[in-house]
Nanobody, 118 residues
Framework: QVQLVESGGGLVQPGGSLKLSCAGS????????MGWYRQTPGKQREPVAL???????DYSDSVKGRFIVSRDNDEDTVTLQMNSLKPEDTAVYYC????????????WGQGTQVTVSS
């Protein structure tokens, strides 16, 4: 059974930092693009930071310069270092693994809440 398990969410003050981690199991994730999406009530899930199988990151404009995504293909993990957090970063953050080969395959974690508030 393929699983992605996130950890590291919580409450942080504006300007603070948090680190999210995602551990994969049940398949080899090295060929997958991995990364993080977020969702707030009433809105669609949106990509935040993605990283290709060979380690090239891609960030949304709203987090560029503040967030850093990284992966460890030996451990099947992906992390998101979030700095200079803003209240608008408040959301449920989801880990994602995506592969397109003949067909598209997506795996999702269960989500972890990040709240930025004073």
């Amino acid at each position: 059974q393929v699983q992605l398990v996130e950890s590291g969410g919580g409450l942080v003050q504006p300007g603070g930092s948090l680190k999210l981690s995602c551990a994969g199991s049940g398949t080899i994730f090295s060929p997958y693009r991995m990364g993080w999406y977020r969702q707030t009530p009433g809105k669609q899930r949106e990509p935040v930071a993605l990283i290709s199988s060979d380690g090239i990151p891609d960030y949304s404009d709203s987090v560029k310069g503040r967030f850093i995504v990284s992966r460890d293909n030996d451990e099947d993990t992906v992390t998101l270092q979030m700095n200079s957090l803003k209240p608008e970063d408040t959301a449920v953050y989801y880990c994602n693994a995506h592969l397109t080969f003949l067909t598209a395959v997506d795996y999702w974690g269960q989500g972890t809440q990040v709240t930025v508030s004073s």
